[in-house]
């Protein structure tokens, strides 16, 4: 493979990193600043209006292409296995009823799903846009194109970077097609489109059509002041102009203040606007409900008859410790009967271990209490920022008690192989040792009776620089990447 981050020049990447930047903003490969600091109104103000480049890297990153192929393999299994897992209520009881008494997160998730079981629920049908997050793990004396994937998490809610990972695949291709990257090392061939910019419209836009409403509008939940609004709109512009579906965005808050259900029909109308498909791309962590206003507006909707995406039972079913307990011996064949699907499945696991008071989560807890070097300890969050590494693991396990430690799991730290690339971020370059996390978007739509769709959805790789452990773009740790194959 050939290291063109650091064999190019210095003029070379200016010339490519202009060429980027003009890409990015003509194609909305853009996000909003963060909030500045100071106390000056207007600049606050003009700083909200403005928009910089998405966090990108120059050049795509080599990933082995029986890896990527072992991954959009088994997205299908994973898309089936969650709603199956959902469809479960002994298995989430067994897992949510543990977890609720140590994380009010979860047992106020839970509590809403009871609430609604008990109701009945209004509507059978639940879409589902995936994302399953891997790691290539290569151990030593292995060639590159002999890694395998490992699963760091499957993501069931707010599903991210569908739009500007297609675009940041369109730029790499470009730069290749007007630049040659200044090098024949490689073909534009080994670049594999994504089509996740319209595949997860295409998603809404199926379970729209379920709905059975051409006058309904899909409603795009959201949180106040998004940065990453534009990877969103892209899905609201290719929805209507590829399906004639108008999408609105609302806030939790202002489903709770706008929103009503039919008596008769439990239909949601927020005004006058009767609302087919409610997509989540917020409502996974405590700051996006910041007061009980924001936990009626998730009720009103949940109760409603529009389809819901993800369902609660879906959310549930993406928590760390439903992870880690079908990685244990049976647990995923209880779902996925089939060996050689089991199997597939399997493959993708690395080391997940409880930490609650069962004798494989005391073992697991004095493992990490004498080496958690090679660990990372998960709690039941999305949205980077949360795990914890190496020695700050045995610092925090002395924290807590026995029941408290049950809110996490352990797995095992993958070890990818390092890379070189040269990360773009607010117009600046900077060269980087790094590693990648490739994401598989899927679709499934199932009526209540059978499964409608169950795709792929295209893909998405974020990179990282070696020293950072987290890998979520919007939360400032990685950027948005694009495969090669090799």
């Known amino acids: 493979m050939t ?86 209520d002994v298995f989430l009881k067994e897992i949510m009823e543990s977890l609720s008494t140590v994380d009010d997160f979860v047992k106020q998730l839970y509590d809403l799903y009871l609430v609604v079981k008990k109701e009945g629920i209004a509507q059978p049908a639940s879409l589902g846009l995936h994302r399953s997050d891997y790691m290539i793990h290569l151990n030593p004396g292995q060639e590159f194109s002999e890694a395998k994937i490992k699963q760091v998490e499957l993501n069931t809610i707010s599903a991210s970077f569908g739009s500007l990972s297609s675009l940041t695949g369109d730029l790499h291709r470009y730069l290749k097609a007007t630049t040659g990257y200044f090098s024949n090392d490689f073909e534009v061939s080994t670049l594999p489109k994504s089509d996740s910019i319209v595949s997860i419209a295409s998603g809404l836009a199926s379970a729209h059509q379920l709905y059975g409403s051409k006058s309904a509008k899909v409603m795009m939940v959201v949180q106040p002041g998004e940065r990453n609004a534009f990877d969103q709109r892209w899905i609201e512009y290719n929805l209507l102009k590829n399906h004639g579906i108008v999408l609105i965005r609302k806030t939790l808050a202002e489903i709770a203040e706008q929103g009503r259900l039919d008596p008769t029909t439990k239909a949601l109308h927020i005004d006058d606007q009767e609302v087919s498909v409610a997509y989540y791309r917020s409502a996974y962590a405590t700051t996006d409900y910041p007061t009980e206003k924001e936990w009626e507006g998730r009720l009103l909707a949940e109760r409603s008859l529009a389809i819901k995406c993800p369902s609660i039972a879906y959310q549930l079913v993406g928590a760390k410790k439903v992870q880690q307990v079908l990685a244990a011996p049976g647990q ?132 990282k620089g070696v020293e950072s452990n987290e890998g979520g773009v919007a939360a400032g740790f990685a950027v948005i990447d694009s495969v090669q194959l090799v």
């Open 3 to 88: 290291d063109l981050a650091s064999t190019l020049s210095d003029n070379q990447l200016r010339t490519l990193k202009d060429a980027a930047l003009d890409f990015a903003f003509s194609h909305s490969l853009v996000v909003r600043p963060p909030p500045l600091a100071s106390k000056d109104s207007n600049d606050a103000a003009a700083a909200a209006e403005g928009v910089i480049n998405a966090p990108i890297s120059l050049f795509p990153t080599p990933f082995p292409v029986s890896a990527f192929n072992d991954a959009v393999k088994i997205q299908p299994l994973f898309n089936q296995l969650v709603h199956d897992i959902s469809q479960d």
């Open 332 to 463: 995923l064949e209880r779902f996925v009967t089939d060996p050689e699907s089991a199997a597939q499945l399997r493959a993708s696991f690395t080391g997940l271990y409880p930490l609650d008071n069962s004798p494989e989560g005391l073992a697991a807890y004095h493992a990490a209490m004498a080496n958690s070097d090679d660990l990372v300890m998960k709690p039941q969050r999305e949205g980077g920022g949360n795990n914890i590494y190496g020695k700050d693991i045995q610092k925090a396990l002395k924290t807590l008690t026995e029941e408290q430690r049950n809110a996490y799991i352990l797995m095992d730290i993958i070890r990818p192989p390092i890379t070189k690339n040269v990360l773009l971020r607010k117009g600046e370059l900077q060269r980087a040792s790094v590693v990648s996390e490739l994401g598989i978007f899927g679709i499934y739509l199932h009526d209540g009776q059978s499964a409608i769709r169950n795709d792929n959805g295209g893909h998405l790789l974020r990179t």
